[in-house]
């Protein structure tokens, strides 16, 4: 459980599954979910420029069914209403976007000529989704793998864009259920291809995603040795043992990835080390969550979470000068954040009542005049500096004198 504010997390790349056909796309995508998130990753043929970060798989199904069974003999009708739907809703779309509105017209009228052919609503589908029409791509899909159950790049296709809605949706249930479906899909692609190690890796993110632990831990665990989804494997599994409390566990597979890496750049490794740090303050080790995030903050000494993580850590472990070292790097980073302001003031009264020294206080006054300077809005942080000055006349701002005119 994350006990403060800031924290930087291992990326969670989010799943851009990259799919079509013939002329598109039909590529990969990222889900990730490093951290509060999660890494995702999708591998296809050909790659392509999706939308928006968009997640993957899809379906509730089990792994050797398809994800979404359409009746054929209903195919004909949805098709036609959905192609002329797409036509009429996306024609300002594509000339604002520059997509081709021919191209759009041509994918429509061939899914009408052609409704028993899943590569022309597979093509619609890539249309549909690159203009951002999640829904109308969902419908595409959906008859393709109608279709042919068996094909692959229909079920990638599918989860792309139920990916893509879900990461739309306000509420959380309905974006879960979305993230149910894709993995789903997930599981069909593994059902035709069980060497899929891309589709595993969507899966464990669409299953971390729609709070399924248990699941993504064994989705992840057969990847931990994969050259190519190794390392983010690795980090997954070890937030998904944290959600569900084995935070020793948890930390042994964050200990192991930054031992083992060779291939992570430094802020990546700066989030393998704050996620450790964040476990390690929950197992009470306030030892090894200090040098974790002084290593984090090491390894990204520009990044403004970092050393308000290692503030956090350090008055944690009692070290409240470390403490209020680490908050004034934050504050030269962002001077114009009252928060951090704020914060300097507060561990400077703390280290004030702990030695006594009036000169602590005076600093915490200043920092909390900064902070009232930049937000005037905090009355109660105001009265508080108006409290102490009365107390100890000597921490008021020294009085401006000019020098008086001549006669």
């Known amino acids: 459980m994350r006990r403060f504010g800031f924290s930087a997390d291992l990326a969670a790349r989010t799943m851009l599954l990259m799919y079509s056909t013939a002329t598109t796309v039909r590529g990969v995508c990222v889900f990730a979910a490093m951290a509060s998130l999660v890494v995702i990753a999708c591998g296809c043929r050909r790659p392509a420029t999706p939308p928006a970060p968009a997640e993957q798989p899809a379906g509730d199904t089990h792994p050797s069914q398809p994800a979404i069974e359409t009746a054929p003999s209903r195919l004909g009708h949805r098709g036609r209403a959905v192609v002329r739907r797409t036509v009429k809703e996306l024609g300002d779309a594509a000339k604002w976007r520059r997509i081709s509105l021919a191209g759009l017209r041509a994918a429509a009228e061939a899914c009408e000529k052609d409704l028993a052919e899943p590569a022309t609503h597979m093509r619609a589908g890539d249309k549909a989704l690159a203009n951002g029409q999640t829904e109308l791509a969902i419908d595409c899909f959906t008859r393709a793998i109608a279709l042919s159950s068996k094909n692959a790049d229909a079920h990638r296709g599918l989860a792309v864009a139920l990916v893509a809605s879900a990461s739309e949706q306000t509420s959380t249930i309905e974006a879960e259920r979305l993230y149910r479906r894709a993995a789903g899909a997930c599981r069909a692609i593994l059902a035709i291809n069980a060497d899929d190690e891309t589709a595993r890796f969507n899966l464990g993110l669409a299953?971390?995603?729609?709070?399924?632990?248990?699941?993504?831990d064994e989705a992840f665990r057969p990847l931990l040795k994969s050259?190519?989804?190794?390392?983010?494997?690795?980090?997954?599994?070890?937030v998904v043992l944290a959600s569900q409390g084995k935070l020793a566990q948890a930390a042994g597979q964050l200990r192991r990835l930054i031992r083992t890496s060779?291939?992570?750049?430094?802020s990546d490794l700066a989030a393998a080390h704050t996620r450790l740090g964040e476990v390690l303050i929950d197992l009470e080790d306030t030892a090894g969550a200090l040098k974790a995030y002084q290593e984090a903050a090491r390894l990204t000494p520009k990044d403004v979470a970092a050393w308000l993580n290692l503030a956090v850590a350090a008055r944690a472990h009692g070290s409240y000068g470390y403490a209020v070292t680490a908050t004034r790097k934050a504050a030269q980073l962002s001077p114009f954040n009252a928060e951090i302001h704020l914060r300097l003031g507060n561990l400077l009264l703390e280290l004030h009542r702990a030695t006594k020294d009036d000169r602590f206080l005076r600093k915490a006054v200043a920092a909390w005049r900064n902070s009232v300077r930049?937000?005037?809005?905090?009355?109660?942080?105001?009265?508080?500096?108006e409290v102490y000055e009365r107390r100890a006349p000597e921490t008021r701002p020294a009085a401006t004198t000019t020098p008086a005119s001549g006669p």
């Open 227 to 238: 050259r190519k989804f190794g390392t983010e494997a690795t980090f997954n599994l070890a």
């Open 262 to 266: 060779r291939t992570m750049g430094p």
């Open 374 to 385: 930049i937000d005037p809005s905090q009355a109660a942080l105001r009265r508080r500096v």
């Open 207 to 216: 299953l971390m995603r729609s709070s399924s632990p248990t699941e993504a």
